[in-house]
């Protein structure tokens, strides 16, 4: 038998994020706030960025309250100017950061015959555009310093169409490809990149969806566990995929889904 000390140094080798500086877009709401969250308890300095403060600051007041490391950032991820902006502004919070997280995200899904021009830029900007220049702008600082774990939340929607997938489901299947190509360009520096593929979760995102009684019920009878996601069954995979444990794994699409995509 191992004593709980041996236990807790093998673990923390494994998957500590002690200083590791970490950026998660969207991280004020729904699935990136528990990845925000589960990111600064194993030990990370984290900035979330996301549009609205009062949501950002209660993320934040959370953390800080537990003792953990974390800030707080406004910004606007529909325009270059506003992502760029928003990237300098991070960065000089803690430094470069280790660890990327893109969970910001918009899910405007009109019928395809009435998708607009308006709503396929804003869904493409917010959704692929930002993640992609987000990238550029610290994978390469990654690379160069020997770490690095880029992580893009994606959609069952990158897979298969239900639902009006619309440009939505376009966004986060160019998403997966992007993950890819990160991949192949910075994984040989020890930088990783990978998404994460949620199922149906209860998140400010799918109002729409959630307020719908019969089919929150009828996607929870199309898992194999027999419910639908909460935002907190992403902690642990999300740490998995920012810490060391997973320096093998890159160009993966992990999915979190209660078996939903194989059921």
């Not at 900007?125 to 893009?152: D, Q």
């Not at 639902?163 to 998403?175: E, H």
């Not at 969806?209 to 019920?217: G, H, I, Y």
Request: with cysteine; proline share 4%.
């Amino acid at each position: 038998m191992t004593s709980n000390g041996t236990s807790y140094t093998y673990l923390s080798g494994l998957f500590s994020l002690d200083g590791r500086v970490a950026v998660v877009t969207g991280g004020s709401s729904g699935i990136g706030r528990a990845i925000a969250g589960a990111l600064a308890r194993a030990g990370a300095r984290v900035v979330i960025v996301a549009r609205r403060e009062p949501e950002l600051k209660a993320a934040v007041d959370e953390l800080t309250a537990e003792g953990r490391e974390a800030a707080w950032v406004v910004g606007d991820l529909a325009t270059r100017d506003g992502v760029r902006a928003a990237a300098e502004a991070a960065a000089a919070v803690f430094g470069e950061p280790d660890i990327l997280v893109n969970s910001a995200g918009i899910n405007l899904r009109p019928p395809m015959g009435e998708l607009g021009e308006d709503v396929w830029d804003t869904t493409m900007a917010v959704n692929l555009e930002a993640p992609y220049l987000l990238g550029l702008r610290f994978g390469p600082g990654m690379a160069e310093r020997g770490y690095g774990r880029i992580i893009h939340i994606t959609s069952q929607q990158a897979h298969r169409a239900f639902v009006q997938s619309g440009a939505y489901g376009v966004s986060k299947g160019a998403l997966e490809s992007l993950a890819r190509s990160q991949a192949e360009a910075w994984s040989p520096y020890g930088v990783t990149c990978n998404t994460l593929v949620p199922g149906f979760v209860m998140t400010p995102l799918n109002t729409r969806l959630s307020s719908d009684p019969e089919k929150v019920a009828a996607l929870a009878a199309r898992t194999m566990t027999g419910r639908n996601g909460l935002a907190e069954d992403f902690a642990g995979a999300a740490v998995f995929l920012a810490s060391p444990a997973s320096a093998y794994v890159t160009g993966h699409s992990l999915f979190v889904d209660g078996g939903f995509s194989v059921h």
